[in-house]
């Protein structure tokens, strides 16, 4: 008998925790809820409403490039709901392409940050002292297999101020050159190998993740051709879990 009241006891406890909790998490997810509770700042919504490609974004670059729709039933899965959903601690901007899918994004040596818009194949620039996109680039070719699109999940500018980025679906990794306003892009010889981070030593040499392929890579930016595996081909691709490089540990 006192264990059956025991394991009752324990059975409405839990169940008593998974209710509190399903509570909780429901107050804090539910925008109509919640908003209540805090002073809602909607001062940004409409910056950029959304509507069609941006005519006065526009440059000789992005009109070679259409946008590709959206499918309705995939709306919910890569688009937004175009609102700025501000509050006392977070200030959200609207881009102006809707469904454009931001994953990645970096500062440049101006503080001006770039986005990079996966499921459009663009980067979007960002003046945070004006609180406006200047500019948008489109990258050439970007053809997105599946519904995701290709996630560009970082991207970092070089010492030269070109920037670099990865791209899962292509396996590659690319480079921006700014001042040229060109792209070149650099093929994994391991296909599926969904590049991921990247970063750069003090050689200027570019190292990279590969998720599927479980495997560390590099690339030597002066050794490289655009559009092909030449050079990648001959590095050595290291399995490993700790690399000791440039006189300190990196961790991977």
Same mark, same amino acid.
């Given at each position: 008998?006192?264990?059956?009241?025991?394991?009752?006891?324990?059975?409405?406890?839990?169940?008593?925790?998974?209710?509190?909790?399903?509570?909780?998490?429901?107050?804090?997810?539910?925008?109509?809820?919640?908003?209540?509770?805090?002073?809602?700042?909607?001062?940004?919504?409409?910056?950029?409403?959304?509507?069609?490609?941006?005519?006065?974004?526009?440059?000789?670059?992005?009109?070679?490039?259409?946008?590709?729709?959206?499918?309705?039933?995939?709306?919910?899965?890569?688009?937004?709901?175009?609102?700025?959903?501000?509050?006392?601690?977070?200030?959200?901007?609207?881009?102006?392409?809707?469904?454009?899918?931001?994953?990645?994004?970096?500062?440049?040596?101006?503080?001006? &940050?770039?986005?990079?818009?996966?499921? &459009?194949?663009?980067?979007?620039?960002?003046?945070?002292?004006?609180?406006?996109?200047?500019?948008?680039?489109?990258?050439?070719?970007?053809?997105?297999?599946?519904?995701?699109?290709?996630?560009?999940?970082?991207?970092?500018?070089?010492?030269?101020?070109?920037?670099?980025?990865?791209?899962?679906?292509?396996?590659?990794?690319?480079?921006?050159?700014?001042?040229?306003?060109?792209?070149?892009?650099?093929?994994?010889?391991?296909?599926?190998?969904?590049?991921?981070?990247?970063?750069?030593?003090?050689?200027?040499?570019?190292?990279?993740?590969?998720?599927?392929?479980?495997?560390?890579?590099?690339?030597?930016?002066?050794?490289?051709?655009?559009?092909?595996?030449?050079?990648?081909?001959?590095?050595?691709?290291?399995?490993?879990?700790?690399?000791?490089?440039?006189?300190?540990?990196?961790?991977?």
């Amino acid at each position: 008998m006192k264990n059956y009241f025991r394991y009752s006891i324990v059975s409405i406890t839990v169940v008593i925790v998974i209710l509190t909790y399903v509570f909780v998490n429901y107050l804090f997810t539910n925008n109509n809820f919640f908003n209540g509770f805090i002073n809602v700042n909607k001062s940004f919504d409409n910056i950029f409403p959304v509507t069609e490609e941006n005519d006065a974004l526009s440059n000789p670059l992005d009109k070679k490039a259409a946008i590709k729709p959206v499918a309705e039933k995939d709306k919910k899965y890569v688009c937004g709901d175009g609102r700025a959903n501000s509050n006392d601690f977070i200030t959200e901007f609207v881009l102006p392409f809707p469904c454009s899918q931001p994953v990645g994004l970096t500062v440049d040596n101006s503080n001006n &940050i770039w986005i990079a818009a996966n499921w &459009i194949g663009r980067f979007l620039v960002f003046d945070p002292s004006t609180k406006t996109f200047i500019k948008n680039i489109s990258i050439p070719n970007w053809n997105p297999k599946t519904m995701f699109g290709s996630m560009i999940w970082d991207l970092k500018f070089d010492k030269n101020g070109d920037l670099w980025f990865t791209d899962e679906q292509s396996s590659s990794v690319w480079k921006y050159l700014v001042k040229q306003d060109k792209f070149e892009k650099y093929i994994s010889p391991t296909d599926s190998s969904y590049p991921l981070s990247l970063t750069f030593d003090p050689d200027g040499n570019v190292w990279f993740t590969n998720v599927f392929g479980k495997k560390l890579a590099f690339l030597d930016p002066d050794e490289v051709k655009n559009n092909t595996t030449k050079e990648l081909e001959k590095l050595i691709w290291a399995k490993v879990s700790i690399l000791k490089q440039w006189d300190h540990l990196q961790w991977v």
